[in-house]
C-alpha cells in the first residue's frame, strides 16, 4: 500500500515562498499522475496542479505562474514551489495519487502540511 508524507508547510508572508515535498513509500510513484490539491477552512478540497508520469503538467487558474510542480522519480518524491504566496493560498495542502488526468480522481493520499500566508 502506498503512503504519501506531506512537508514543507509553514508560516510565510505574502508575497513569499514555500516549497513542499510529498514522498511516497510503500511504492513506486514513476508510473502514476501526481497531483496536489488543497482545502481552506469552510471550504471544499480543490485541485492545485498535477503531473503525469511523462512529465506533463496542470495547474487551477489561481496558482498558475505562481507554482510550479515538478518529480524525481529516482528519490520517488513530488514538489511543488510555491512563489508569489497570497493570504488566499492558506490552506492544508494534500498530495495524492491521480488515477485519471483531467478529472483528477485519486486513491492514495497524505495527511497534508498546513500552509499559512499573512498579511
Known amino acids: 500500500q502506498v503512503q504519501l508524507v506531506e512537508s514543507g508547510g509553514g508560516l510565510v508572508q505574502a508575497g513569499g515562498s514555500l516549497r513542499l515535498s510529498c514522498a511516497a513509500s510503500g511504492g513506486t510513484i514513476s508510473t502514476y499522475h501526481m497531483g496536489w490539491f488543497r482545502q481552506a477552512p469552510g471550504k471544499e478540497r480543490e485541485f492545485v496542479s498535477a503531473?503525469?508520469?511523462?512529465?506533463?503538467?496542470a495547474y487551477a487558474d489561481s496558482v498558475k505562474g505562481r507554482f510550479t510542480i515538478s518529480r524525481d522519480n529516482a528519490k520517488n518524491t513530488v514538489f511543488l514551489q510555491m512563489n508569489s504566496l497570497k493570504p488566499d493560498d492558506t490552506a492544508l495542502y494534500f498530495c495524492a495519487r491521480v488515477l485519471r488526468w483531467s478529472t483528477w480522481a485519486s486513491d492514495y493520499w497524505g495527511q497534508g502540511t498546513q500552509v499559512t500566508v499573512s498579511l
Open positions: 503531473i503525469g508520469w511523462s512529465g506533463s503538467t
